[in-house]
């Protein structure tokens, strides 16, 4: 059952109890019908049920300008989104891309519950969930279906194992159309190990990627998110640099040689060696 707390003159604040643990819709003071999804107190996503076209996290920014650059301006996409969280970017690609089909695949059914009763989304937009493991729901997309797909998945705060490996990329590529695109959401802090890994397992199964991420992320500093990007056409690398540049807390991107040198040599994961994305230390989040 959902529980209510009243902010200072403004919405209230909304906790309940979902498959991922507790989640709270937290009402954003500078946006009158902005909200903020935490989940055990680690904020994963954000909605401006006025302005769906905006993103207020860094990283879904960066998700936001890989969608941007997927297809012509305007045009419309098919896209999976294999974890939901609020369906921020759902409903980014139906604001900017009218007339775009999306499917969404979320295994947290009372998150689901709680987001589309608090949040709703538009009448019109093409948007479909479905409650599922995001592995079993994207082997349900057919052949050359999806012209984007984006990878947001955590399980108390982590990247389910399963999700990480060779085998799954195949199946993201099995599901792409020639020329799509593939963008995952990595979280990991130093040495990076995990990242590296994923960046390895990705360039075997991609020909062409790019990686952009906070600079202090790539330099091994702090914990934080980074978005991998793949596909098996060039890449728009020079606009995604510049994009990336001008957000509020600038992006750095990463392609070609300066990402081999990055990778370091990094193994590809298989089902049979892949592990869950590291948590987030105590404070990453504070």
Known sequence: ??????????????????????????????????WTLLIDGAPQSHVDLDDPAHL?????RRLGHI????????????????????????????ATRPRSTQQVVEIDAP????????LPLESGWRIRVRGADARAGLARIPDGWADLIIADVFGGARTPAHLTSTEFVAEVRRALRPGGCYA??????????????????????????ALTADPAVLRGKRFGNAVLLAAD??????????????????????????LLDFTGGAAPVTDATAVASPAPPAGAFD
């Open 233 to 258: 056409r060039e890449l728009p690398v020079a606009e995604l640099t510049r994009r990336a540049a001008g957000d509020p807390h600038a992006g750095r991107v990463e392609h070609g040689r300066g």
């Open 56 to 60: 207020e996290f860094s990283y879904q």
């Open 67 to 94: 969608a941007d650059l997927a297809a012509p301006p305007g045009a419309p996409l098919r896209a999976v989104h294999l974890g939901g969280g609020a369906l921020t970017l759902a409903r980014y690609i139906a």
């Open 184 to 209: 995952a959401n990595v979280a990991d802090g130093p040495p990076l190990r995990f990242l590296r890994g994923q960046i390895a397992t990705v360039r075997t199964v991609f020909p062409e990627l």
């Open 111 to 118: 998150l689901v519950q709680l987001v589309r009763s608090r």
């Open 1 to 34: 059952m959902a529980k209510s707390r009243r902010g200072r003159g403004g919405p209230e604040s909304v906790t309940e109890t979902v498959g991922g643990g507790v989640a709270e819709l937290r009402p954003d003071r500078d946006r009158p019908r902005g």
